[in-house]
Nanobody
Framework: QVQLQESGPGLVKPSQTLSLTCTVS??????????WSWIRQPPGKGLEWMGV???????YSNPSLKSRTSISRDTFKNQFSLQLSSMTPDDTAVYYC??????????????WGQGTQVTVSS
């Protein structure tokens, strides 16, 4: 059984950087051939794939967010993280981490975290 859990601040001020961590249990984030994604859902809108880090450490980001997004991992803690800079109220959303097979990363997932609400407000 694979479990993912997001953690980080629930409130971020405009212009600040969001830092979220996904803690994975039941599988190693280096296991071939899986990839680990960040997805978000603004209120009243659909899911938006943000980016991914693969089992080998390679990263890819949604072109609309690439300039503000950084994804990294800590293999010793079995965690991967998201940093999103220059936050605005439009970044208010529920943020999820999820696992997917590497060839369909950004398209399909088999395990999800429960999600964490992030609100951008002064």
């Amino acid at each position: 059984q694979v479990q993912l859990q997001e953690s980080g601040p629930g409130l971020v001020k405009p212009s600040q950087t969001l830092s979220l961590t996904c803690t994975v249990s039941g599988d190693s984030i280096t296991t071939t051939y899986y990839a680990w994604s960040w997805i978000r859902q603004p209120p009243g809108k659909g899911l938006e794939w943000m980016g991914v880090i693969s089992f080998d450490g390679s990263t890819y980001s949604n072109p609309s967010l690439k300039s503000r997004t950084s994804i990294s991992r800590d293999t010793f803690k079995n965690q991967f993280s998201l940093q999103l800079s220059s936050m605005t109220p439009d970044d208010t959303a529920v943020y999820y981490c999820a696992r997917g097979y590497w060839s369909v990363a950004g398209k399909a997932y088999d395990y999800w975290g429960q999600g964490t609400q992030v609100t951008v407000s002064s």
